[in-house]
């Protein structure tokens, strides 16, 4: 197996282990690419829609469609960016954060459930081999 192969088969056992039942607890009520651009905002705090667009990969389009609709739901909001006053900056409210803390909670509830299954040297040694993957991967 290839380092390539080992990082996809991680990512995938990873998503569907841990992280699908976030990305699920929101069926029939936003799509993934709706809830990506949620996440992402609250990762970076702010951005404008076009560098949404370039980081996950959507179109400008799409995004001002997620836009419209988010904040239509009161989880975004759209200002003036400070810097550049013809540019707009789109955050995340504390009722969209709210929204996707709910949704964390179940994930983690799940998550929760495996690693109890593990020994004590396992849980550490897994927490401790995220955390590596984390860091390394947020350098990049």
Known sequence: MTDADLAFKTGSLFNKKI?????SSFK???GRVQIEVLVYLLE???AQASEIASQLNISKQHVSLIIKEFLNAGYVAVYTNPNDKRANLISVTQSGK???EEHIKISNQVFDEIVAKMSEDERTEFIDAMNTVYV???KY
């Open 98 to 100: 709210s929204y996707i």
């Open 28 to 30: 029939g009520e936003y």
């Open 19 to 23: 992280t699908s039942t976030f990305w």
């Open 136 to 138: 390394m991967l947020k």
């Open 44 to 46: 970076v705090e702010s």
